[in-house]
């Protein structure tokens, strides 16, 4: 019996293992590059966390809307004297009756049972007035007839809310240009560790074809030494790329907003992107400069500075304010207002409210001066963003040009380098090339094969960061 408990324990514990196993399992995902692009802007972080900026937007305009609509309240207030007030009344306003004497004699009879101790000014009684008790319940309604602020704020609306939509443009080409360069950077790492491993291969082969050729006495020492040196160096290099690609992957993943541990695989290669990025065209492409989102920015600053001017001049203005007020009274020396015969008194207030600003000692002129000086400010910014942003046009076409020339040269260079380590390979074993001059064909190989494919990676990086300065799309995560 105990020996079947334990293997349905055992059982249990293998199935609830493998459950975890399961839910812990990471994700994969494959992805081309315009995939890796729609995928990163709906998930990185910051693009959402920008897209949550434009709902805040939306609920803060229909804050300012509703400021100068009909605004309704109600308040329920119960009261219960401890100890009542004492109110003094001149004994001259009454006259000697035997009312008023037992007034003043049940007053006293009260200050006696509470042990208060008796000091009444001469000429006057003392009287309580009310009940210990009471409730008042009221609602209100107001209405906001005139405010120069709520107007202004009414024009902010669209300003307002232009900001945070241009903020979440300006993030998600940010993060297009974050995803394309490390998509390209994972590429080229792949790259470099795929044409490292065939030049490990095929320098291993050269080497121990050497060394045999060493060992039967027909080429120097030198000649073996001369490539194990460059041997090493270039396994070396293989180690390092191999690790730049696990931490190309994790920039990856964390570009794309999903965790460092879920698997990206790439569907497109660093070729296809390098012809698909090759568009001298865009050299000619001209963007009205009122169309780019740095511009559009400073511009919405500058708007939302000339509002403040407005709004501080508003406050100069009166405000008018209408409200209705209904409500009940209740009056009781104990707690009866539950009860169903206690009385309840009806009262109504229908009134308007008029507040007038008429002397603030200069305060209000000193504040709309600061506010049309921030005004001056945020023009200046826009003239100094406008002449920025043509500059960093200028500069971008300048750079992708380079980068395109730079392109054409390394494929050009590659042959070249391929062809003279090829005709080095041949003297060499020949006896006509030195261990030197193949090392030096060799390096300029393997220097040609990086400058190639940086030159692709070079060529895309320029081409989305000209884009971002051209590109007048509106990213966002319903596209």
Same mark, same amino acid.
């Given at each position: 019996m105990r020996n079947k408990a334990l293997k349905i324990f055992s059982i249990l514990l293998l199935f609830t293992a493998a459950l975890t196993a399961q839910v812990e399992k990471p994700s994969t995902y494959s992805l081309s590059l315009e995939e890796a692009i729609e995928f990163g802007i709906k998930n990185n972080y910051q693009s959402r966390i920008a897209e949550k900026d434009v709902e805040i937007a939306l609920k803060q305009k229909w804050e300012i809307i509703a400021q100068g609509l009909p605004q309704i309240s109600g308040a329920v207030d119960y009261q219960n004297f401890l100890k009542q007030p004492v109110t003094l009344l001149p004994a001259?306003?009454?006259?000697?009756?035997? =009312?008023?004497?037992?007034?003043?004699?049940?007053?006293?009879?009260?200050?006696?049972?509470?042990?208060?101790?008796?000091?009444?000014?001469?000429?006057?009684?003392?009287?309580?007035?009310?009940?210990?008790?009471?409730?008042?319940?009221?609602?209100?309604?107001?209405?906001?007839?005139?405010?120069?602020?709520y107007i202004v704020g009414i024009q902010s609306v669209q300003t307002l809310l232009q900001i945070s939509k241009n903020a979440k443009t300006k993030t998600d080409l940010e993060i297009k240009k974050a995803i394309i360069n490390a998509y390209g950077n994972v590429l080229l790492a792949e790259e470099s560790v795929e044409i490292l491993e065939k030049n490990v291969e095929a320098l291993q082969k050269t080497y121990d074809d050497t060394k045999k050729i060493f060992e039967n006495g027909l080429t120097e020492q030198e000649d073996v030494e001369q490539l194990e040196i460059t041997l090493i160096n270039l396994k070396n290099s293989l180690n390092r790329s191999e690790r730049m690609t696990?931490? =190309?992957? %994790?920039?990856?993943?964390?570009?794309?907003?999903?965790?460092?541990?879920?698997?990206?695989?790439?569907?497109?290669?660093?070729?296809?992107?390098?012809?698909?990025?090759?568009?001298?065209?865009?050299?000619?492409?001209?963007?009205?400069? @009122?169309?780019?989102?740095?511009?559009?920015?400073?511009?919405?600053?500058?708007?939302?500075?000339?509002?403040?001017?407005?709004?501080?001049?508003?406050?100069?203005?009166?405000?008018?304010?209408?409200?209705?007020?209904?409500?009940?009274?209740?009056?009781?020396?104990?707690?009866?207002?539950?009860?169903?015969?206690? %009385?309840?008194?009806?009262?109504?207030?229908?009134?308007? =409210?008029?507040?007038?600003?008429?002397?603030?000692?200069?305060?209000?002129?000193?504040?709309?001066?600061?506010?049309?000086?921030?005004? @001056?400010q945020a023009l200046l910014d826009l003239e100094r963003?406008?002449? @920025?942003?043509?500059?960093?046009?200028?500069?971008?076409? =300048?750079?992708?040009?380079?980068?395109? @020339?730079?392109?054409?040269?390394?494929?050009?260079n590659l042959e070249l380098a391929e062809r003279i380590e090829n005709k080095n390979q041949i003297k060499f074993f020949e006896g006509i090339a030195s261990s030197f001059e193949l090392n030096e064909a060799q390096r300029q190989l393997y220097s040609a094969q990086q400058n190639y494919l940086q030159s692709m990676l070079d060529v895309i990086s320029a081409k989305v960061e000209l884009e971002n300065l051209l590109d007048t799309r509106t990213y966002s995560s319903e596209n």
């Open positions: 001259s306003a009454f006259d000697n009756t035997q =009312s008023t004497i037992d007034v003043v004699q049940e007053y006293f009879d009260d200050v006696q049972r509470n042990n208060t101790p008796v000091n009444t000014p001469e000429g006057f009684i003392p009287v309580r007035f009310g009940t210990k008790q009471s409730v008042n319940a009221t609602a209100t309604w107001s209405q906001l007839i005139f405010d120069g602020s696990q931490i =190309s992957y %994790e920039m990856l993943n964390l570009s794309l907003g999903i965790p460092v541990e879920d698997q990206v695989m790439l569907t497109d290669d660093l070729d296809q992107l390098a012809i698909k990025f090759y568009e001298p065209a865009i050299l000619e492409e001209q963007i009205p400069i @009122e169309e780019n989102i740095d511009y559009r920015i400073a511009k919405n600053s500058a708007e939302s500075a000339q509002i403040q001017v407005k709004l501080q001049k508003a406050k100069a203005l009166p405000t008018l304010t209408g409200f209705v007020n209904y409500g009940y009274q209740s009056f009781s020396d104990k707690f009866t207002f539950l009860d169903s015969d206690q %009385e309840y008194f009806g009262q109504s207030v229908l009134g308007v =409210s008029l507040n007038i600003p008429i002397f603030s000692s200069g305060m209000r002129s000193s504040k709309t001066k600061q506010r049309e000086i921030e005004y @001056e963003t406008e002449n @920025e942003v043509k500059g960093q046009i200028n500069m971008a076409k =300048s750079e992708y040009e380079f980068t395109i @020339e730079n392109y054409q040269n390394a494929i050009r």
